[in-house]
């Protein structure tokens, strides 16, 4: 294994080293080549290829097949990164099926480690998966593959009772043996609790600058989205190309330049 491999022992030093971690949701070779050239440290094959490459309005149509695809794209240019990828909606509703998937996602697409949302209902979930040597990404706060439950792509935990639920459910994944959390769309002091609280990686999305590493939509962070949300960055307006975009996206993560105060809750 080459020595800048990103393994989970890895990104727990970087936490340890305060050390911030840079990931970028991915979907094919050529981007995924760019990815590792800058130093990002996280690829995440995600299911918002549904909505950014697939055009969907949610994510909730993309299948276990597309995640795939998409995946053993990555994964032909992807060496030091480590490979996320997404366990889309209903792939995992039960302990056996949400097995099922991530052998798939793993043996057919490559993936390092898959990624759930949710807390309690998928505790036991992690659990198998981690028992049978499956790194999980958990992922709480605004979960889009709720948005009909939730009513919305909203901001999660802004009163005491909901950020003490998410508090307490990121405790029970990292108990039940997840290796990483993404936190999105939360109130920036909940973000910074939440990272100070666990032993594992947080890896925040709209949840303010206290978070271990922060990810973003990479087409949203190259100014693709024509209504982008408020916590994101155009980084490709004066880089003067997509490597270079990505180039300061790391530096913008490493140094703490982003997000700034305007781009939290």
């Given at each position: 294994?080459?020595?800048?491999?990103?393994?989970?022992?890895?990104?727990?030093?970087?936490?340890?080293?305060?050390?911030?971690?840079?990931?970028?949701?991915?979907?094919?070779?050529?981007?995924?080549?760019?990815?590792?050239?800058?130093?990002?440290?996280?690829?995440?094959?995600?299911?918002?290829?549904?909505?950014?490459?697939?055009?969907?309005?949610?994510?909730l149509p993309v299948s276990l097949d597309e995640m795939v695809y998409h995946a053993r794209n990555v994964a032909r240019a992807c060496h030091n990164p480590l490979l996320i990828?997404?366990?889309?909606?209903?792939?995992?509703?039960?302990?056996?099926?949400?097995?099922?998937?991530?052998?798939?996602?793993?043996?057919?697409?490559?993936?390092?480690?898959?990624?759930?949302?949710?807390?309690?209902?998928?505790?036991?979930?992690?659990?198998?998966?981690?028992?049978?040597?499956?790194?999980?990404?958990?992922?709480?706060?605004?979960?889009?593959?709720?948005?009909?439950?939730?009513?919305?792509?909203?901001?999660?935990?802004?009163?005491?009772?909901?950020?003490?639920?998410?508090?307490?459910?990121?405790?029970?994944?990292?108990?039940?043996?997840?290796?990483?959390?993404?936190?999105?769309?939360?109130?920036?002091?909940?973000?910074?609790?939440?990272?100070?609280?666990?032993?594992?990686?947080?890896?925040?999305?709209?949840?303010?600058?206290?978070?271990?590493?922060?990810?973003?939509?990479?087409?949203?962070?190259?100014?693709?989205?024509?209504?982008?949300?408020?916590?994101?960055?155009?980084?490709?307006?004066?880089?003067?190309?997509?490597?270079?975009?990505?180039?300061?996206?790391?530096?913008?993560?490493?140094?703490?330049?982003?997000?700034?105060?305007?781009?939290?809750?």
């Amino acid at each position: 294994m080459s020595s800048n491999k990103i393994t989970v022992t890895r990104l727990r030093e970087m936490k340890r080293d305060g050390r911030k971690i840079s990931c970028l949701t991915c979907y094919d070779a050529s981007f995924a080549r760019l990815m590792e050239q800058a130093g990002i440290e996280l690829l995440l094959v995600g299911d918002s290829l549904g909505m950014v490459v697939q055009g969907q309005s949610t994510t909730l149509p993309v299948s276990l097949d597309e995640m795939v695809y998409h995946a053993r794209n990555v994964a032909r240019a992807c060496h030091n990164p480590l490979l996320i990828v997404d366990l889309p909606f209903m792939s995992y509703a039960s302990p056996e099926q949400a097995l099922r998937s991530a052998a798939r996602l793993m043996q057919e697409g490559g993936a390092q480690m898959v990624k759930l949302e949710g807390g309690g209902p998928v505790l036991e979930s992690v659990r198998r998966m981690t028992e049978q040597g499956i790194p999980v990404c958990a992922h709480l706060g605004l979960l889009p593959q709720s948005v009909h439950k939730l009513g919305g792509y909203r901001v999660q935990g802004r009163d005491d009772v909901a950020a003490a639920r998410i508090l307490k459910e990121a405790y029970e994944l990292q108990e039940a043996g997840a290796d990483l959390l993404v936190l999105e769309c939360v109130p920036a002091s909940l973000g910074a609790e939440v990272s100070a609280t666990l032993e594992i990686p947080v890896i925040g999305i709209g949840a303010g600058s206290s978070c271990d590493g922060q990810v973003l939509v990479v087409y949203d962070m190259l100014g693709m989205n024509p209504n982008p949300a408020s916590f994101v960055r155009d980084f490709l307006g004066g880089a003067g190309s997509i490597e270079g975009a990505f180039q300061a996206y790391v530096a913008a993560v490493r140094d703490g330049g982003f997000p700034t105060l305007e781009q939290a809750f």
